[in-house]
């Protein structure tokens, strides 16, 4: 597999999976069960100081549709890293 096919793998992939957290973000069933919303709660919570990262977030402490809307997001995030760097491989080195 070339570098530009395995770009547009990992592009279309990440395509689908931000469509499916949009999705689910609006659909009643992944709704948060709390009034609040369990991941507003958890992002206010502080980290050495500071607003906590997502990345650092204990998805023990959410509701299961959080939780799930909470692993979309983050396999989003690093499909969205894995995508730049693959287009950045898949670029042809110019002045040779």
């Keep these: 597999m070339t ?4 770009a547009e793998k990992i592009s279309a ?3 689908q999976v931000r469509t499916l957290c949009e999705t689910l973000n609006r659909h009643e069933a992944f709704q948060c069960e709390e009034q609040s ?3 507003q709660k958890e992002k206010a919570r502080r980290f050495r100081g500071r607003l906590r ?3 650092l977030f204990h998805p023990d402490r959410l509701c299961s549709p ?9 396999a989003s995030v690093e499909l969205d890293s894995l995508e730049r ?3 950045e ?8």
């Design 13 to 15: 992939t990440a395509g």
């Design 89 to 96: 491989q898949a670029k042809p080195i110019r002045g040779t």
């Design 37 to 39: 919303s369990c991941i």
């Design 66 to 74: 959080c939780r799930a809307y909470w692993f979309l997001s983050m």
């Design 3 to 6: 570098p530009s096919e395995k």
């Design 85 to 87: 760097a693959a287009l």
């Design 53 to 55: 990262p997502l990345q």
